[in-house]
């Protein structure tokens, strides 16, 4: 007779358990902005599933553990063109332009990096596939959309194909649909190793 037990999933519950015994919390010396009260306790994007700071971190410790690497996209709201760009910071705050959010990225869905001998990014390439489809058909077609990240910005490019005539040539025509500038001064993703 031969058992299967599985010892490395008791294994990986057990290290996750025992680091994150103890909620993580964010403290600072004197006051700090009421934003990161909240940020604390929900970090996901606006109108998201809650995701407290801890069950994020408990959530990328265990995608690492299992895939060797866990990645976070650290981002902003994206302002609505009708607004214009000339908001000032006070506005942008009034509209929630400056709440940040983290979430979670697939492993698979991060692409390609290229980062310094320290560890921090110079560049990061992701991709999300989506099957176009409404509530009555679906069409087959994928479309894949590819985003650059760089230090002081990031681009949006789309590619739309069918998977039953094989893979994306590279003679097809990639659209860059968005684009633009953000402030953090790095790549906005993290990674745990």
């Known amino acids: 007779r031969a058992f299967y037990i599985n010892y490395a999933g008791e294994i990986i519950d057990h290290i996750v358990s025992a680091l994150l015994m103890h ?3 964010i403290t600072s010396e004197g006051s700090t902005d009421e934003f990161y009260k909240e940020f604390a306790k929900d970090v996901s994007f606006g109108g998201g599933k809650v995701l ?8 990328q410790v265990l995608t690492a553990l ?7 996209l650290v981002d902003f709201p ?4 009708a607004f214009g760009e000339d908001l000032t910071a006070a506005d942008q ?7 940040a959010y983290a979430i979670p990225l697939d492993p698979d869905m991060v692409l390609d990096w290229e ?6 990014l110079i560049w990061a390439k992701t991709c999300v596939d989506k099957v176009e489809r409404s509530f009555d058909s679906v069409s087959g077609v994928v479309r894949s959309e590819y985003t650059i ?9 789309v590619i739309t194909w069918d998977p039953t005539k094989g893979e994306p040539q590279p003679t097809e025509e990639v659209v860059l649909i968005d684009q633009g500038s953000h402030s953090f001064g790095k790549v906005p993703l993290l990674q745990l190793e």
């Open 23 to 25: 909620p993580v919390q």
């Open 52 to 59: 407290s700071i801890h069950q994020l971190v408990r959530q």
């Open 66 to 72: 299992l895939c060797k690497r866990a990645w976070t």
């Open 78 to 81: 994206p302002i609505s063109e």
């Open 93 to 99: 705050e009034k509209l929630g332009a400056l709440d």
């Open 115 to 120: 980062s310094t001998a320290d560890g921090a």
């Open 149 to 157: 990240y760089r230090p002081q910005d990031w681009a949006r490019y």
